[in-house]
C-alpha cells in the first residue's frame, strides 16, 4: 500500500486492560505503518501516548482510529493529520518591522513621536503610500461562496484557503496579505465594506465570491476605488491558461490566431478565459456548458452568456459539447469531472491540447488521455503541467505596487502571461513542460517587470520604481538631498 499521509492517534488505555503491544498489532493489521511513539502522560493507572502512523489517506487514518476505539480499555482522544497540524492557530502571523526596545523608540513608532506622521499623511493623503502598510499591503476578500472544489461553505470555513493565500503572497513576491472574509453575500454590502476598509491596502484580491455577483462587485469595486482590484477566479486562471497555452502551441507548431478554441464552462473562470484569449488574438473560440453550446439567437437567463454569445462562436454552432468539439484544437475545461469523453478527443484536430482544469477532479483523467493528446494540463500538482494561479497573482500584485497603479488592465495581465510563458527557455520546453514551476522564483520577478511596463503603457502608473529607472534618472536621485529622497519616495 502506498503510504501517503502521516496521522498521530492520540489513545488513552488502562494498564491493566491491555498491552500497548496489542495497539500495535491493531494498527498493523489495519495497515498501518507505526513510525514514532511519544508518552504525553502516564499514571498508575492509564497511559496516554501519541502514535504517529504512516497511512493510505484520511480515511484509512480514521479507520484505524475507529478499530483502536473498540479494544477493551482503549479510548481515542483524537486524530490529527500534517494538515490539520500545520493550521493549528492559523498559518500566518504579524511582526514589527521594528522591535521596540526602548523609551526612546516607544516614544518613536507611538506618542508623542508617531502624531508628527499623522499630520504629515493628514496634510498629504498621498503619503500613506509610503509612510504606513498600505504600499505593500493586499487585502484577500471572500465571502466563502465559492470555494475551489467546495462550493458555499460561508465566511468561517474559507479562511484557511484566504491564510493560504496571503502566505503565497509573501513568500513569492514580499506583499504583505490580509485574509479578510466577510459575513454578507449582498453585493452592496461587500461593496460598501471593501470601499470603507480600502484606505488601509494597497490593492484588493477578490477569491472564491460566487458568479454572476461577482462580475457586479469586482467592477463596481475597479470604477469607485483608486488601487487595484483582482478577482484571481477570473483573471488569475486566465492568465496562466494563457501563458500555458503561448507554450503548449509553441510545442505543437500552432498559432493562435489560427486554432479553434473550446471552452467547457462558462462561468467567471471561462469567460474571463475567453476574453483574455480574444485579447490575444485567438479568432474562434466556442463557450459549453450545461445548456450546451453558447450561441447568438438564443436569450439566456444569465446576462454575460448574452455578452458571450456576442463575441464568441463566430459559425454559432449549437449543440453539447461532443457536437462542436470537431476540428478543435484546444479545449479549455473550468467544469466538472468527467464531462470530456475519448470519443471527444478523437474528434479534435491532429495534435490537440487538453486544459482540463476542474480541481480536484479533472473533466478527463490525465492517464486515460494520456495516448490521444498531444499536451495535457491540469490544475493538479501530481500531474506535468499544473496551470496553478500561484504563478499569476504574486508578481502582479508586486508590480502593480511598486508602481502604484491605480488598475490592473487587461494590457497588464496580457504581459504577465506573456511573462510566465518565457521563463519555459527553448530547451526546457516540452509536451511536459509547457509552464514553470510555481516555485521558480524567476516567475514573480518576471511578472512584476512586465506588469510594471505594461501599467506605464496603460497610464495607469503613478511611479518608476527605482530599479526600473533609466541611470540618469538613478542618479539624479542618488544626488538628492535626504529630504529630496524622502520626497521621491513619499511620491
Given amino acids: 500500500m502506498n503510504k501517503q499521509l502521516t496521522v498521530t492517534i492520540r489513545v488513552k488505555y488502562g494498564k491493566e486492560k491491555v498491552a500497548f503491544g496489542t495497539l500495535a498489532t491493531q494498527i498493523g493489521y489495519d495497515g498501518g505503518d507505526i513510525i514514532g511513539i511519544d508518552v504525553i502522560s502516564s499514571t498508575k493507572t492509564h497511559h496516554i501516548r501519541d502514535i504517529t502512523v504512516n497511512v493510505a489517506d484520511p480515511e484509512h487514518g480514521q479507520m484505524i482510529g475507529e478499530q ?35 523609551r526612546q523608540m516607544l516614544s518613536k513608532v507611538y506618542t508623542p513621536g508617531v502624531a508628527r506622521i499623522c499630520t504629515a499623511i493628514a496634510d498629504d493623503p498621498d503619503k500613506a503610500h509610503s509612510l504606513t502598510i498600505k504600499r505593500n499591503t493586499v487585502a484577500v476578500v ?104 503561448i507554450n503548449a502551441l509553441k510545442v505543437c507548431g500552432k498559432r493562435l490566431e489560427d486554432i479553434k478554441v473550446v471552452v467547457n464552462g462558462i462561468g467567471s473562470a471561462g469567460i474571463a478565459c475567453t476574453k483574455m484569449l480574444i485579447k490575444a488574438g485567438v479568432r474562434h473560440v466556442v463557450g459549453v456548458d450545461r445548456a450546451g453550446a453558447i450561441c447568438r439567437g438564443i436569450q439566456y437567463d444569465n446576462p454575460q452568456w448574452n455578452m458571450y454569445a456576442q463575441i464568441t462562436n463566430p459559425d454559432n454552432l ?12 484546444v479545449f479549455i475545461g473550468v467544469s466538472a469531472p468527467g464531462v470530456l469523453k475519448i470519443e471527444d478527443i478523437k474528434k479534435m484536430a491532429v495534435d490537440p491540447i487538453v486544459f482540463a482544469m476542474a480541481n480536484p477532479i479533472p473533466e478527463i483523467d490525465p492517464d486515460v488521455a494520456a495516448p490521444f493528446v498531444r499536451v495535457m494540463a491540469t490544475g493538479r500538482s501530481d500531474y506535468p503541467n499544473q496551470i496553478n494561479n500561484v504563478h499569476c497573482f504574486p508578481g502582479i500584485f508586486r508590480g502593480a505596487l511598486d508602481c502604484r497603479a491605480t488598475d490592473i488592465t487587461e494590457e497588464m495581465k496580457l504581459a504577465a502571461a506573456h511573462a510566465i510563458a518565457s521563463v519555459v527557455t527553448e530547451d526546457q520546453l516540452s509536451e511536459t513542460y509547457i509552464i514553470p514551476n510555481v516555485f521558480n522564483e524567476q516567475v514573480a520577478k518576471s511578472v512584476r517587470t512586465a506588469v510594471i511596463k505594461a501599467a506605464h503603457q496603460s497610464g495607469v502608473a503613478r511611479k518608476m520604481p527605482l530599479d526600473m529607472q533609466s541611470s540618469e534618472e538613478a542618479s539624479t536621485e542618488e544626488s538628492a538631498s535626504f529630504e529630496e529622497q524622502l520626497e521621491i519616495v513619499w511620491n
Fill in 68 to 102: 483502536l476505539s473498540k479494544l477493551e480499555g482503549v479510548v481515542v482522544i483524537h486524530i490529527s493529520d500534517q494538515t490539520f497540524l500545520l493550521h493549528v492557530g492559523g498559518k500566518i502571523e504579524m511582526k514589527p518591522k521594528h522591535p521596540v526596545t526602548s
Fill in 142 to 245: 471572500s465571502d466563502g461562496t465559492a470555494v475551489l472544489g467546495l462550493g458555499d461553505i460561508g465566511p468561517a470555513a474559507a479562511m484557511p484557503v484566504m491564510e493560504g493565500k496571503a502566505m503565497l503572497f509573501k513568500q513569492l513576491a514580499g506583499v504583505d496579505a490580509f485574509p479578510i472574509c466577510l459575513d454578507t453575500k449582498d453585493p452592496d454590502e461587500i461593496v460598501r465594506i471593501v470601499k470603507a476598509m480600502a484606505p488601509t491596502f494597497g490593492g484588493i484580491n477578490l477569491e472564491d465570491i460566487s458568479s454572476p455577483r461577482c462580475f457586479e462587485i469586482e467592477a463596481r469595486l475597479k470604477q469607485e476605488l483608486d488601487i487595484p482590484v483582482f478577482h484571481d477566479d477570473q483573471h488569475g486562471t486566465a492568465v496562466v491558461i494563457l501563458a500555458g497555452l
Fill in 318 to 329: 449549437s449543440g453539447s459539447l461532443s457536437d462542436v468539439i470537431a476540428g478543435a484544437d
